[in-house]
């Protein structure tokens, strides 16, 4: 049966369907388990078999892929139940859809037997994506039963990182020669049950397995039977190492419309291919790392994880917010003298640290674009910076002396006008300074840019907007 396409409002209505049918499904095993009878426990499984036959029938008719978003939105009691009812055969590519704090509950509810069940329905790069989660006696009973060639290529995928190319890559490349003919290639080709996914071209090698070119499916198809592969293959090709980034690797696939790339090795020889699916996926685990990131929060979170673990996760910035926090209410009270001379300064300090915030997370974000995008070079940093603070110069004067007039109108006083004015002009500046520095020094540091940038950021302008804007009025109004 073909799997049901699930655009975003169908798949919101699947997911509704499956929590109806979960809460129909205690409902009545709740009346039931009331009920008195002689075979009480028979009853009850019957009922709780029927119950779950429907959900167990509507769940075969999805994509494992939405499967695994329906996981994601359930508590885990219920996420459990239907993981349960989930096809045996469809386990590996669920495990793979999964973030990896879901598919760590997953793996928690099953036999060591299962796991290796769910491996056996993978290729060796999946495998190799799931092993860093599999106990090791379970990945040893995974190696056990592959034959010798995908043996090699798991232990081949094992050994880069995961942010590597040959972690990512696929080994399920279409080899040919470059001295047969178009008619020959079609003849080899009939020979497949089916092509590998997004197969968009052929890998033409030599007789050691290095890379001479591609040929493009379209010259295939259209070109005369009789000409040679040399005849019509493309023979300047994207390439990728085994070593590279796969996020430089997903933005070149961005850049050149890419379907399928070759990776090959220090002599040229073809290790395997990335695909357009793949790179997909690393764009968006990269955009979701990065979401976490800016809120400080541990990448992919469960959302209906245990209550402890999320709350100890939290934990680090909440205790640098609360440390930040201290400091800015330090900062108040060093000034406690000024604000209840004029008490006009406490109405409009939030409003200098609310803005450098703003202005501050604009340019940080412009930043960690431009470092993903590898647009920023060292080189270019001093015309980066010249940038930002000329914006910050601009807009800091522009509506440092709106607010200053806004100030003068309220309460009549020129000199807190002036300070307003110069106070929102200094917090943009140092606002954009911190939107440039934190993740430029994060990514100096290797680590990603865009980890805690929000944080740092908002706990900086706060502090320092009080500061500046209450230090500026002592100074200039007392």
Known sequence: MPFSATPRDPLQHHLDLVITLLEKHKVVEALVHKQESPRQVLVEQLVHRQNLNELRHHLDRLHPADVAHILEALPLHDRLIVWDLVKSEQDGEILLEVSDAVRETLLADMAPQEMVAAAEELDAEEIAELAHDLPAEVVSAIVTRLDERERAQLQAALTFEDDQVGAVMDFDAVRIRSDVRLEVVLRYLRRFDKLPHQTDKLFVVDDDGRLL??????????????????????????????????????????RYDLVSAPVVNGDGLLLGRLTVNTMIDRVRQESEAETFNLAGLNEGEDLFGPVWRSARNRWPWLALNIITAFVASRVIDAFEGSIVQLVALAALMPIVSGIGGNAGTQTATLVIRGLALGQIASARVGALVFKELGIALINGLLWGSMLGLVAYGLYQHVGLGLVMAGAMTLNLLLAAS?????????????????????????????????FIFLGLATLFLF
């Open 213 to 254: 070119g591609a040929l493009p499916l379209e010259n295939l198809l259209l070109g005369d039977a009789d000409e040679e592969v040399s005849a019509v293959m493309a023979r300047e090709l994207v390439a990728f190492q085994p070593e590279d980034d796969a996020a430089d690797a997903a933005q070149a696939f961005e």
């Open 434 to 466: 911190v939107g440039l520095a934190v993740p430029l020094v994060m990514d100096k540091l290797g680590r990603d840019p865009a980890y805690g940038s929000s944080v740092m950021l908002t706990a900086v302008t706060d502090a320092m907007g009080f």
